[in-house]
């Protein structure tokens, strides 16, 4: 079935159809002229990778993210953000990438860092004289750390494929690389802010004004450390986490910064539903695809073949990188981690490497692919927020590409970013 797959798959997208109506039509292609399972098979198995408590995780942060974007939260992480190095040269293009590691602490997603605050920060680059389509390219790269720094959606679905890793370890595991992109995405700001004199057009406020713009964004960023604190300490489960993040984000919307109105709420469930609604029809599609994988034994035949190749942890990593960007070119991160994770990861911890550590190298690489074409969702949703075509920010895309990749080999070479934080905190 597998010379039958793959070419499914791929003429499929190909045509442009979405990502889960590809996997899913390959499957039933597959099974209709290469076995004699009854298609009723692929329901089945959709069903089946939907049939998990751990999963309802997903769509109780999608729903907070929602929340707390109505409530405000964006305007407040962008006015923190721009107060700490709005200042500096190219301090604008500063604020975008600061606000979108601050906002992925609440929406775990990087395509949510893109339509939030990204959007917002574009608009107010192009105002103060930064090119649009920098302004884009900088607001795509920055929001690859979207689900790296935790929550994460994708950490959630690695981890049920994973059972050598947690979810609370994985959150853990996350912050010091997606601080460290953070940090290369700025430099790269930096560097291209300084060559077109890009200025901040903005003095440093006061400490007494920082003081107080971090207290307004305190109960935002406060549900970064609940999170994380509540599922470090065992207070509850990332699946309780996730719920009580909504209630929470109800909470300070409401209440605390008085933007969020109940008549507001049916939009904002609404417009939830329908994101975790295209997020498990992909993670169902996934599980279908898998399984075919699977029966036909291409999993156990690869981790036999590389196996026997005798090759270094080093060596491994390195074409786990290349492997992992190639198929990130193609498919989207959650899928990617559903398709490849059972087949990559039990060889990486036979070869002794640490499940953390590979798990965020894998994470990291297809998140990149949301920046790369010919897929990359990253740089169409932004295309489409401003009006602006795909080639256009690709042509800008280069500097960030360069520190993305920087980042990603200290990452790959460097396992204590990924293995500190869980080993301190009991993981």
Known sequence: MAEILFPALFILLALGLPVAFAMAIAVFVALSFGSSYPHLVVVKEMFSGLDSFPLLAVPFFILASEIMTGGAVTLAILRLAQSLVGHLKGGLGHANVVSSAMFAGISGSALADAA????????????????????????????????????????????????????????????????????????????????????????????????RIAFYALPALFLILLIVGGIRFGIFTPTEASVIAVFYALIVGLFVYRTLKLRDLPDIILRGALTSGAVLLILGAARAFAWVLIIEGIPQFLAETIIAWDLTPIVFLLAVNVLLLGFGLFMDPLPGVMILVPILAPISFALGIDPNHFAIIVIVNLTLGLTT???????????????????ELIREMPPFFLALAAALLVITFVPALSTWLPGISGF
């Open 116 to 211: 939030g605050p990204g959007t917002m920060m574009i608009r107010m680059m192009e105002k103060a004289g930064y090119d649009r389509s920098y302004a884009g390219a900088l607001t795509i790269a920055s929001s690859v750390v979207g689900p790296i720094i935790p929550p994460s959606i994708t950490m959630i679905i690695y981890a049920m494929q994973d059972k050598e890793v947690s979810v609370g370890s994985l959150f853990m595991a996350g912050v010091l690389p997606g601080v460290l992109i953070t940090v290369m995405v700025l430099l790269a700001n930096a560097r291209v802010s300084h060559a077109r004199g890009y200025s901040s057009g903005a003095p440093m406020p006061p400490l007494a004004e920082i003081g």
């Open 373 to 391: 074409p010919p897929v990359g969702s990253l740089i169409f949703v932004v295309s489409s927020t401003v009006g602006m075509k795909p080639s």
